[in-house]
T-cell receptor
Framework: DSGVTQTPKHLITATGQRVTLRCSPR?????VYWYQQSLDQGLQFLIQ???????AKGNILERFSAQQFPDLHSELNLSSLELGDSALYFC???????????????FGPGTRLLVL | LAKTTQPISMDSYEGQEVNITCSHN???????ITWYQQFPSQGPRFIIQ???TKVTNEVASLFIPADRKSSTLSLPRVSLSDTAVYYC?????????????FGKGTTLSVSS
């Protein structure tokens, strides 16, 4: 158990819909990262937050957005869903220092999203 | 970030030592080398990190030659449960704002 929690574990929805994935980092960690993993694309970095502020952006679509709240939990919002958005979405956390890339990242169990 | 190259797949038998080599010819002075392990449908898990020479923990050893252009993850006496994808990552500890870039990784299959 990494200490990172993600909800829900599974999500099935239809094209065009909007969903919200939630992540709670390990106690004391200030950085939260979101990754998408699909069969053909591997593990892709989406976005990073550090202590409530956006720190880095990866291959995140404009239809996707995220935020980190004062209690440090984070939400990833996916809208206008397409079939190709079906994937495993992982959240990871690190810290409590400044979220440098080579700090050990602790990954949650993931949310499996299926868009029909 | 330095680009890494590692074998797509490796096969082994239980009880054998497995060495997975990663090439990172463009590694920078400040870069560290980190390995993660991922089981199917689970998030990656940190295995080991090093800068030079040799690092050992309860799970694995990491060998880094003097020129640091490659590194070798060594898993002693693998078991079936070591079947997973292993990722080699290279980056700087002070490279704030740059998240982990995972390549394709090496799929290790351990058989009995």
């Amino acid at each position: 158990d990494s200490g990172v929690t993600q909800t829900p574990k599974h999500l099935i929805t239809a094209t065009g819909q909007r969903v919200t994935l939630r992540c709670s980092p390990r106690s004391g960690d200030l950085s939260v990262y979101w990754y998408q993993q699909s069969l053909d694309q591997g593990l892709q970095f989406l976005i990073q937050y550090y202590n409530g502020e956006e720190r880095a952006k990866g291959n995140i679509l404009e239809r996707f957005s995220a935020q980190q709240f004062p209690d440090l939990h984070s939400e990833l919002n996916l809208s206008s869903l397409e079939l190709g958005d079906s994937a495993l979405y992982f959240c990871a956390s690190s810290g409590p220092l400044a979220g440098f890339s080579q700090e050990t990242q602790y990954f949650g169990p993931g949310t499996r999203l299926l868009v029909l | 970030l330095a680009k890494t190259t590692q074998p797509i797949s490796m096969d082994s038998y239980e009880g054998q030592e497995v060495n997975i080599t990663c090439s990172h010819n463009n590694i920078a002075t400040n870069d560290y080398i980190t390995w993660y392990q991922q089981f199917p449908s689970q998030g990656p898990r940190f295995i080991i990190q090093g800068y030079k020479t040799k690092v050992t923990n309860e799970v694995a050893s990491l060998f880094i030659p003097a020129d640091r252009k490659s590194s070798t993850l060594s898993l002693p006496r693998v078991s079936l449960s070591d079947t997973a994808v292993y990722y080699c990552l290279v980056g700087a500890l002070n490279q704030a704002g740059t998240a982990l870039i995972f390549g394709k990784g090496t799929t290790l299959s351990v058989s009995s």
